[in-house]
């Protein structure tokens, strides 16, 4: 009798714990999705009635931040080739570390450390990295510059690019890797043939998520990137961005050009969006080359 009344206090036990964390996750879902939901609907609401075709066709004209006539082609752009030549660069160093540290280094101590070093550094804050890259500009002579605002984004990038491929590429199934070394294969062909091509929709994923790091980001390009009216037109001329766009047009006490803060920010919001979809719709093509 005693195992019988034991049992069933446990079974009571086991359910109300799997309903209490049940209703923990559904909870933590729906203040997710109601985040999102609230974030999007006050852009839309703000930014939706101030977005024109001239806001993003032309670049700022005098006395664009006191509600005069203008746009943020400039910005647009500005983002695009931060972002994009930051997270190009960040791919071509980071790939090989990946490769590195699950082919060569496996589960030596130093790849452990670096993995540590790696995790500490997603977490620094980007106004870190952008006071960093400009001490060293400073010591180097350079002016903010959208090359500056590169290498700063790209070292921004950097973490969230290896250890997202350092789990894809961990997730390749070993008989792969021995099958292909069976055929005589170096470790650098094995890399470059059978690894890079299993994981390509992950590296993908990689890619986006530090893309949208970098083009969402302002702190790190304040410093180093600069801002500017102007289309970038050089590697060593101050670039714009969406983000600093945002806030120099919050920062004004005009309603009008507030209200373009957020039109500028439903931009940026469409444009990783449209990414995100363009992914995950060649991420699906990709996959049909990976072996289950």
Request: no cysteine; glycine share 12%; proline share 3%.
């Given at each position: 009798m005693s195992k019988w009344t034991n049992g069933r206090r446990n079974r009571r036990t086991a359910k109300l714990e799997e309903s209490f964390f049940k209703t923990l996750m559904i909870g933590a879902t729906?203040?997710?999705?109601?985040?999102?939901?609230?974030?999007?609907?006050?852009v839309i609401w703000r930014g939706l009635p101030a977005l024109t075709l001239?806001?993003?066709?032309?670049?700022?004209?005098?006395?664009?931040?006191?509600?005069k006539e203008g746009g943020i082609l400039n910005a647009i752009v500005g983002s695009l080739y931060l972002a994009g030549g930051a997270t190009a660069l960040a791919l071509v160093i980071s790939l090989p570390i990946a490769l590195y540290l699950q082919l060569y280094a496996a589960r030596?101590?130093?790849?452990?450390?670096?993995?540590?070093a790696l995790d500490v550094l997603w977490g620094v804050p980007s106004i870190v990295y952008g006071a960093f890259g400009f001490i060293i500009m400073l010591w180097l002579g350079m002016r903010a510059s959208l090359l500056g605002g590169i290498i700063v984004l790209a070292l921004l990038e950097l973490p969230i690019?290896?250890?997202?491929?350092?789990?894809a590429i961990a997730m390749v199934p070993s008989a792969l890797k021995e099958a292909s070394a069976s055929l005589g294969a170096t470790r650098l062909e094995t890399a470059l043939k059978v690894v890079v091509r299993q994981t390509g929709p992950a590296l993908l994923t990689a890619g986006l998520l530090a893309f949208g790091r970098g083009i969402g980001d302002?702190?790190?390009?304040?410093?180093?990137?600069?801002?500017?009216d102007?289309?970038?037109?050089?590697?060593?001329?101050p670039a714009a961005s969406l983000p600093l766009a945002v806030f120099f047009q919050l920062g004004t006490p005009f309603p009008a050009v507030q209200d373009r803060a957020y039109a500028s920010a439903l931009v940026l919001t469409v444009m990783v969006l449209g990414l995100s979809l363009s992914a995950r719709w060649l991420a699906r093509r990709l996959d049909k080359h990976v072996i289950r």
């Open positions: 729906a203040i997710v999705l109601g985040s999102l939901i609230l974030i999007l609907a006050t001239d806001m993003v066709t032309q670049t700022p004209k005098g006395g664009y931040y006191l509600g030596s101590r130093r790849a452990e450390l670096t993995r540590l690019l290896i250890r997202g491929m350092d789990e302002a702190a790190s390009v304040l410093f180093t990137a600069g801002y500017t102007r289309l970038p037109d050089s590697l060593l001329g």
